[in-house]
């Protein structure tokens, strides 16, 4: 049974940072790509970065590059975003999901190409 914990949510001021995390298990984690993606209140949840299987390459969404970096230690099953230079348009809940491929190409933020997603996470930006 495959099981994706999302953790590292809080509260900051604007300018702030967080990490997340995302934990994996029941899946042979190095061979899958790992996306990250958000909900704010009243949106539709949207892709926030993707990174292959083997973590040498990223992608990120038009909002967050520059200020999101995503990294995945394989050794240990898991998956981080760290969140710089926090806005208020940040404030969503955060999930991690894996991917039913190795790569992420250019249509990574498609939410039918991941298939096990996490709980999420809750970040709040206060201005």
């Known amino acids: 049974q495959v099981q994706v914990i999302d953790s590292g949510g809080g509260s900051v001021q604007a300018g702030g940072s967080l990490r997340l995390s995302c934990t994996v298990s029941?899946?042979?984690?190095?061979?899958?790509?790992m996306g990250w993606f958000r909900q704010a209140p009243g949106k539709e949840r949207e892709g926030v970065s993707c990174?292959?299987?083997?973590?040498?390459?990223?992608f990120y969404a038009g909002s967050v590059k520059g200020r999101f970096t995503i990294s995945r230690d394989n050794a240990k099953n898991t998956l981080y975003l760290q969140l710089t230079s926090l806005k208020p348009e940040d404030t969503a809940v955060y999930y991690c999901?894996?991917?039913?491929?190795?790569?992420?190409?250019?249509?990574?933020?498609?939410?039918?190409?991941?298939?096990?997603w996490g709980q999420g996470t809750r970040v709040t930006v206060s201005s």
């Open positions: 990174i292959t299987y083997s973590g040498l390459s990223t």
């Open positions: 999901a894996a991917r039913k491929y190795s790569l992420c190409t250019e249509s990574w933020s498609r939410e039918y190409d991941y298939n096990y």
């Open positions: 029941g899946l042979i984690f190095d061979e899958y790509a």
